[in-house]
């Protein structure tokens, strides 16, 4: 038998510039009160442990990388925590897979920030990501961000996403030719919802509520004849999809055609027991037209007794960011939904991250890299990390500490210092410590389940 030493070694991945931490102008700040601040989300994780779980060469793959190294190179073979060929054969791949997954979950998380809690968030970046990889890994890492929804299908399959979308401009330009009106539909029955009765003739009742709100003595001067051919492409969709109706109302003019054809389409649907979905806003003034649209749902619910019509949900897209949805919230607006794409799949705002791994730990004895630029000297030693909570249940601070100090302690008073600024120090008595660093992966080979944590 012969025995080999190994030497073990332990990497850490951090951050090695700033992230989102925009200056001047770029510095978003909420009611000209609170900057957003530096942050970054962590992502990626489960791309890693599948990485490591399966990482492996074959006779052929490690005759390549031999005869592809220089014949004095000695590199001993390691794990994770151990021999450092493996490691440093991963360190590319794992700042790969954490790089993007972290950028796209924090940006989404900003957005959601800036939004508040109670808008619903649309990933609508597929046309902008870095192809259907970058579309697929965005729509995922959206999610963990804070976003509800993608319009991405693919990506159902393969995670617990939500899906939602609607009709494209497109569908609306074809009607001018293949639909010059409704009346040119072949196909004009629709069931109920229930499934109890069919309507023959749905078109009937959507020009029948069309003439309804003309005559009303609240809606009639805003709106005179809409446009037939974009009525006729409301129809067709609502027809084929009748309880996803969301319709695109800016092609041609917002309150004098979209919004009335929409309404037609959804009360006609409604006596059918479908409730649509709303609307959705691409151009214009954003804040000022779904304000009156919201006001045009509500006289519709008042006039003619359609319960919850005006709470019918406004969506807004085109070329959203941080900026726009600060804007629109202090002009004040009734949007309950954004679809953002560009600048949140592309990352705009801060197009990478600067994850790097670092060399902390050989065979038990810590190491450190020094240099004259303090944000690249690493912190040596295996660590632990906890987050502290006051009184109120708010996070005070994040604590890091070596893997065999002992740990803080609730009610405990502890003093907290900055690594390199000796300066900024605190006593602080948590109420409540909660152990960041958590082991998901034991090491094993193979024994990597697919799920680390359920999806909210």
């Not at 929409?262 to 409730?275: E, H, P, S, T, W």
């Not at 749902?297 to 949805?325: C, P, R, W």
């Not at 708010?394 to 405990?412: H, I, Q, R």
Request: glycine content about 8%; hydrophobic content about 40%.
């Amino acid at each position: 038998m012969i025995m080999a030493s190994v030497t073990i070694i332990v990497f850490e991945s951090d951050f090695n510039s700033k992230n989102f931490g925009f200056s001047g102008t770029g510095l978003i700040c909420i009611s000209g009160e609170i900057p957003l601040g530096e942050y970054t989300v962590f992502a990626g994780l489960e791309e890693c442990i599948k990485l490591i779980a399966n990482f492996r060469f074959t006779e052929d793959e490690i005759a390549f990388i031999k005869a592809s190294l220089p014949s004095s190179c000695e590199i001993p073979l390691m794990r994770i925590e151990g021999p450092v060929a493996v490691v440093q054969l991963l360190e590319t791949s794992f700042v790969n897979l954490i790089n993007y997954a972290s950028l796209v979950a924090t940006n989404a998380a900003r957005h959601r920030f800036v939004a508040g809690k109670s808008k619903l968030l649309l990933e609508f970046g597929l046309r902008r990501a870095q192809g259907p990889d970058g579309g697929i890994s965005a729509s995922k890492y959206c999610y963990m961000g804070g976003f509800d929804a993608t319009s991405f299908l693919l990506s159902k399959f393969s995670r617990p996403l939500s899906l939602l979308g609607s009709m494209t401009l497109s569908m609306i330009l074809l009607s001018q030719v293949i639909l010059q009106s409704p009346d040119e539909i072949t196909e004009k029955s629709l069931q109920s919802c229930d499934g109890s009765n069919v309507c023959e003739d749905f078109i009937s009742s959507v020009q029948a509520w069309l003439s309804k709100l003309k005559r009303s003595h609240v809606l009639g001067g805003i709106f005179g004849e809409t446009n037939q051919s974009e009525l006729a492409a409301f129809v067709s969709y609502a027809l084929a999809f009748p309880k996803n109706f969301l319709a695109l109302v800016d092609t041609y003019d917002v309150m004098r055609s979209g919004v009335p054809n929409f309404c037609a389409v959804a009360l006609a649907l409604n006596d059918l027991g479908y409730k649509a979905v709303g609307i959705r806003l691409d151009s214009g003034d954003l804040a000022y037209l779904s304000c009156e649209s919201r006001r045009f749902f509500q006289a519709i619910e008042k006039e003619f007794g359609v319960l919850d019509f005006g709470k019918t949900s406004i969506t807004a897209s085109n070329d959203l960011n941080e900026v726009t949805l600060d804007a629109l919230n202090k002009q004040g607006h009734e949007i309950d939904a954004f679809g953002i794409g560009t600048h949140l799949v592309t990352c705009y705002g801060q197009p990478a991250l600067g994850v790097v791994f670092k060399l902390v730990e050989i065979n038990n004895q810590p190491r450190i890299k020094l240099s004259e630029d303090v944000s690249k000297v690493s912190i040596p030693c295996k660590k632990k990390c906890y987050r502290l909570y006051g009184k109120e249940g708010y996070s005070l601070v994040d604590l890091m500490t070596g893997e065999n100090e002992p740990p803080p302690k609730a009610g405990e008073r502890i003093l907290c210092r900055h690594p390199f600024n000796e300066s900024k120090r605190a006593y602080v008595v948590p109420q409540r410590v909660e152990e960041l660093m958590k082991c998901f992966w034991p090491g094993r080979s193979g024994t990597y389940s697919g799920v680390l944590v359920a999806a909210p």
